[in-house]
């Protein structure tokens, strides 16, 4: 959250700045502008998240486990929660799927969904572009739509899994 406010202010002091320095109509500042935030987000936002991602994802707490449950496999990956995706980490053990969200978050927590309990694993296409997601459906009916790197390593372990 203070990410989000401190990025939210410094972009609108860099407009206010850039507004009543320059005539905003004049080919020079148009010009200047564009150079500018192409450097500063274009550029400048992704190297911040991604030094930022590194450090999100280590605040994730692994799940409590059974004296003998095991982490087969985990990842950075995100959970639609209604129509907001949350950051955190997913782990696969060899009784659950366990997805605990970074402290980031406005929706924390952690979701578990019992191994026994997946009915139907499946491929999706997030936004329908980009191919790097997964539904999980349950018994009871319930679908945990996740955006995950390693989509079919992931659909591989859980289809051995189920």
Not at 66 to 80: A, C, M, R, T
Not at 97 to 111: A, D, I, M, P, R
């Amino acid at each position: 959250m203070q990410f989000v406010l401190l990025t939210s202010i410094l972009y609108g002091i860099s407009l206010l700045v850039l507004h009543y320095s320059f005539d905003i109509f004049t080919l020079k500042s148009v010009g200047f502008q564009v150079l500018t935030f192409t450097i500063l987000f274009g550029i400048g936002f992704p190297f911040i998240m991604e030094r930022m991602a590194s450090k999100m994802i280590t605040k994730v707490n692994d799940p409590e486990m059974d004296e003998n449950e095991n982490i087969l496999f985990e990842e950075g990956v995100s959970l639609f929660r209604g129509a907001l995706a949350v950051g955190g980490k997913l782990f696969l053990t060899d009784k659950r799927l366990v997805f605990n969200s970074h402290k980031y978050n406005f929706q924390n927590g952690e979701t578990s969904i019992l191994l026994r309990d997946i009915t139907e694993i499946s491929k999706r296409k997030t936004m329908g572009i980009v191919d790097n997601g997964l539904r999980v459906r349950t018994k009871n009916d319930s679908k945990y739509d996740l955006v995950v790197n390693n989509r079919d390593k992931w659909f591989e372990q859980l289809e051995k899994k189920n």
